[in-house]
């Protein structure tokens, strides 16, 4: 099947006229008859009833019609991105997210790579960590974020970016919110508020919960359906120090040995890197993470600090 003999039978299915149809796909009449008899033959049924002045569809080519409209319709999207790819137009950028990595940590770096890589266009995908090697392995995505990575194939390259530290986040009317820190016994006698798929939950575990497991009460994949729930009051979150919150929500550092995660940067070696790419590895590996990432004492930026923000 080719398509010029698809844009063919089209164009008499839109015209019921050989000879208009001909005329609007500019080639001669017997050259499209001949185009959509070839195109019958590989479809195994006949597509139009040809009858003297009468032309119709017969009951395969209306089934068939929507089917290779959408075809022809995907083919030229296809050429008209290959040739604004070609031209630079376009310069897709592929990240995928590991849970509980903020996108405002992406962000700037878009913002800074895309002064000089034109037609950026930017695609974020969350996934747990080995679901996304196995993107970057499949070309799926272009490179991750993800935090304490363990076990990775040789084919993908690291780069440590930086280490954060998990705080406690609350409603300001939660009993532990008048504290200035935290501590193991505290977090054991609290409600927490469990990320489903989180990578550290492991190591809280290990740290804080050795010998019984937490009160875990509610749960979500998404960090801002915790955040309200910790905000109605239903528990204590445990979230990464640079993750954007809610205003109505407080922020305590936890006592002792926090908890941290090392966040890297991942790609496929011996890949060939895009415009786009080579930009965003190169600017995140050149970044002063320590100036990005709040530590104690320094304010947390919360959603509407951030939606405030200048551009």
């Given amino acids: 099947m080719e398509l010029h ?13 050989f000879t208009r149809a001909a005329e609007q ?4 009449q017997p ?24 032309t119709q569809l017969t009951d395969l080519g209306k089934e068939v019609l929507p089917m290779l409209a959408h075809t022809l319709v995907s083919a030229d999207t296809a050429r008209r991105r290959a040739k604004e790819f070609q031209r630079k137009e ?41 679901k996304l090697v196995d993107l970057l392995l499949e070309g799926e995505i272009n490179a991750a974020m993800v935090g304490d990575v363990r076990d990775i194939p040789s084919r993908i390259e690291g780069w440590l970016l930086f280490e954060e530290r998990y ?8 009993p532990l919110a008048s504290r200035l820190s935290i501590g193991i016994d505290d977090l054991r006698e609290t409600v927490l508020l469990e990320r489903a798929g989180c990578d550290v939950a492991p190591k809280i575990r ?50 002792g040995d926090p908890v941290s995660r090392e966040v890297r940067l991942l790609a496929v070696q011996g890949r060939r890197y ?8 190169k600017v995140a590996r050149l970044r002063d993470w320590s100036v990005e990432v709040p530590h104690w004492g320094m304010p947390h930026k919360t959603l509407s600090d951030m939606a405030s923000a200048p551009a």
């Fill in 25 to 28: 796909c500019n080639v001669t």
């Fill in 274 to 281: 895009s415009p786009a790419l080579d930009a965003f590895i």
């Fill in 31 to 54: 050259a499209l008859t001949k185009g959509v008899q070839k195109l019958e033959q590989e479809l195994g049924g006949q597509l139009i009833y040809r009858e003297r002045q009468l």
């Fill in 5 to 17: 003999q698809i844009r063919y039978f089209l164009a008499v299915a839109s015209t019921l006229n």
């Fill in 206 to 255: 290990r740290s804080y919960f050795p010998e019984e497991p937490p009160r875990l009460g509610h749960c979500s994949s998404h960090d801002l359906h915790l955040q309200h729930m910790a905000a109605a009051g239903f528990g204590v979150m445990l979230a990464p120090e640079h993750m954007p919150r809610l205003p109505t929500l407080k922020t305590i550092p936890l006592e």
């Fill in 90 to 130: 376009v310069a897709p950028l592929k990240i995928g997210l590991a849970p509980s990595i903020s996108a405002s940590l992406v962000l700037d770096l878009i913002a800074e790579i895309a002064e000089f890589v034109p037609g950026l266009h930017l695609e974020l995908r969350e996934g747990a960590t080995e």
């Fill in 167 to 174: 705080v406690a986040v609350l409603a300001p009317t939660h």
